[in-house]
């Protein structure tokens, strides 16, 4: 199995920044328009925000090393625990605002907030799947998503749940494979129009 050739551990602090360098690089079309000219501000507010989210959001990241310790090749967030919404938005305005200033920080809230998710206490929640775009097709992803599931299933939940855009032919492939089915869409003309995403699909999985 292609699986077996990768180490997946648990994410700890000091993965933190990169795993966030990784985000930006897998979902650049989605963050460039939302944080325009200041690109260069994107991966500190990304590590902020995985932090929050490990801190406050009840989730823990997989991830796959490199050679070196420092080295990340890949990762997924899972969201098992329960999660200080208000907390951790107020965390992420913060960061926005301060690196952003106070008009281009709403506008980048209003297409993050894309798409929604209401928290379910029996689900397990799949976010921000990347692999660096040099380790593809190689089984990364496959890797980071059974140990996903297994965690889920290890912490009781009864569904795996996640959002992925309707025109990411690869992703959409891969949950296929899993058995992901549709269980829901949401339709954004706003991001349609500025990130090119129109419909955001939510997709479940029976443990
Ligand atoms: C989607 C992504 C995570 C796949 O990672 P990966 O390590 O290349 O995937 P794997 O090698 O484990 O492949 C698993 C399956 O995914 C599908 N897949 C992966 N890349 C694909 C591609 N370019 N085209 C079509 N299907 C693809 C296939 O079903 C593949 O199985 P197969 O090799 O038996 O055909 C990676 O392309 C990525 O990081 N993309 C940017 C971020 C992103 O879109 N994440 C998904 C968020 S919902």
Known sequence: MVENLFVVRAAESRDDAAIAG??????LDKFRPVFG?????TVKIM???VRLEHSLGGVSSLVIEGSGPEEILASVGIR?????????ARGLWRALRRHLGFVRAGWAAT?????????????????????????????MARALLDAAEALARESGKRTV???VSGGNA??????ESYSYEESSRQHSLLTGYFLGIRDWLYLQKEL
Not at 37 to 41: Q, Y
Request: hydrophobic fraction near 40%.
């Open 80 to 88: 098992i625990g329960s999660s200080d919404d208000d907390a951790l």
């Open 47 to 49: 590590e902020k925000w």
């Open 161 to 163: 749940g996640l959002h």
């Open 37 to 41: 000219s200041r690109m260069d501000r």
């Open 22 to 27: 990784l985000v930006v690089e897998g979902f």
């Open 170 to 175: 690869a992703a959409l492939k891969l949950y």
């Open 111 to 139: 297409l993050l907030s894309y798409p929604r998710y209401v928290a379910n206490s029996s689900e397990a929640y799949v976010e921000r799947l990347v692999v660096s775009g040099e380790h593809r097709n190689r089984g």
